[in-house]
């Protein structure tokens, strides 16, 4: 790898997997509260011209694209995804991959048969006029039941997660120069460190549970944007595991890359605990390979 290997699109949970593992697909891609996501549908009331009946309220009808393109692209899933007024692209990318778009949650929230992984697609979607790009998840939601027949059901279970907490002596941490709005990204060195780019707590939360391969929540309570660096390796990130004896918040588990890692948060005035929180999880029911005809 190049000394410093700069990811700044915005994405940075997807860059971060991208660049840690070159597939996507076999990194368990996992701020804060877990987002929700949810069909909003709009009830509409039509005045009738005779005073004595009223109108029976009535449902619009669910968002959807205006034409779309599914076709099984593989099972190199790299997960690539465009977005503008008009359309979105998802490339190369995992069926588990779609749901977690559609249901705004991360792949550890996910529980579905292991081919969701390892089977890719492309879809090609027409946005409806009008439509934003907020609405995309609700109109991916009713993609995947039409064209792959999928029906899921949400549940909360309770899992073990890694809290991301103020340390005794409070936060180190710099806060971005740039606009708060700006674009996030890290830059990965070969010598031993990350540097994150005006990320938030929530953000850098998430994308520590990518590299981790468990959940992290962020439990600061700290707002802003921060320039934050990591000085661990990815071999360390790698290496870590939750501590056994998760009555012991504080444990640092023995071996030595959950102890550089559990070090490096120290640095930032910030420590991982290791608890049972609940999580909802998206519980996929049924759903078909092979996806119904364009």
Known sequence: MRAGTLLGNGDLKKGIARLVMNNATNIRELDRTLPRAAVIAAILFSPMSTPEIRAQPQAAAPLAFEVASVKPAGTSCRGRRSVDSQQVRYANFSLKGLVRDAYKVELYQINAPEWFDGQCYDVAAKLPDGASKEQIPAMLQALLAERFRMTVHKEMKRDRVYALVVARNGPRLKESKGQSDGPQGVELHADGHMEFTSATLASFSSAMSVLLARPVVDMTEIQGHFDITLNVTR?????????????????????????????????????????????????????EKVPTGN
Do not use: W
């Open 235 to 287: 071999g360390d990130l790698a290496g870590m595991s939750l501590p056994q004896n998760s009555a012991s918040a504080d444990t640092v588990p023995e071996n030595n890359a959950a102890s550089s890692v559990f070090a490096a948060m120290q640095e930032l005035g910030l420590k991982l605990e290791s608890r049972n929180a609940p999580i909802e999880h998206i519980v996929v029911d049924s759903a």
